[in-house]
């Protein structure tokens, strides 16, 4: 069975500018989360999709934005970068939604924001 | 709110030294714990989680609700334990995780 893929796997974009990642879940996995990684902070929540419904959502502004499309693949943007958005940008799927799920992690997208 | 620490950044022992990893978590219901791990190179995948109670590589980590704790340990460190390690609290309801920090373990040959 592949695991979860992320694309692109690395991005150098400019403050200001706009940026779409993607993930693709495990097939038969319905529930794609996404989270923010930095060394100072580890992993931070940023959304939860669940049958093309935004579930939860972290503390993150409103330039940050997600979607869940029928095939359970699910895209990100941030709008307005600023350096402060320069993480790994991961993303989880699981079975359904809930703790008791377990998360299978993608690799992650590389956002460096000059 | 949950929170989840992990109050050390960066734990180095040297091989076949035991090794705990501590995790605190703040829950006032009944949380359900993991360990995740992040190899060099590699993704964030699962270790363990209480309810299962199992060893996984070695590790096994307890539940202790008087003390909000949920420390992972292994009595003999081996270099390839050397990885990022993440503590998550997951709550009751369809809530997300929340994960500590995480500790780097650096196993010295």
């Known amino acids: 069975k592949a695991g979860v893929t992320q694309t692109p796997r690395y991005l150098i974009k400019t403050r200001g500018q706009q940026v779409t990642l993607s993930c693709s879940p495990i097939?038969?996995?319905?529930?794609v989360s996404w989270y923010q990684q930095t060394p100072g902070q580890g992993l931070q929540f940023l959304f939860e999709y669940f049958s093309e419904t935004q579930r939860n959502k972290g503390n993150f502004p409103g330039r940050f934005s997600g979607r869940q499309f029928s095939n359970s693949r699910s895209e990100m943007n941030v709008s307005t970068l600023e350096l402060g958005d320069s993480a790994l940008y991961l993303c989880?799927?699981?079975?359904?939604?809930?703790?008791?799920?377990?998360?299978?992690f993608g690799p992650g997208t590389r956002l460096t924001v000059l | 709110a949950q929170r989840v620490t992990q109050p050390e950044k960066l734990l180095s022992v040297f091989k076949g030294a035991p090794v705990e990893l501590k995790c605190n978590y703040s829950y006032s219901g009944s949380p359900e714990l993991f360990w995740y791990v992040q190899y060099s190179r590699q993704r964030l995948q699962l270790l363990l989680r209480?309810?299962s109670r199992e060893s996984i590589k070695g590790f096994t980590a307890d539940l202790n609700k008087g003390e909000t704790s949920f420390h992972l340990k292994k009595p003999f460190a081996q270099e390839e334990d050397s990885a990022m390690y993440y503590c998550a609290l997951g709550a009751a309801g369809n809530t997300p995780l929340v994960f500590g920090k995480g500790t780097r373990l650096s196993v010295i040959a």
């Open positions: 989880a799927s699981s079975l359904g939604q809930g703790t008791y799920n377990e998360q299978f």
């Open positions: 209480h309810i």
């Open positions: 097939s038969g996995h319905r529930s």
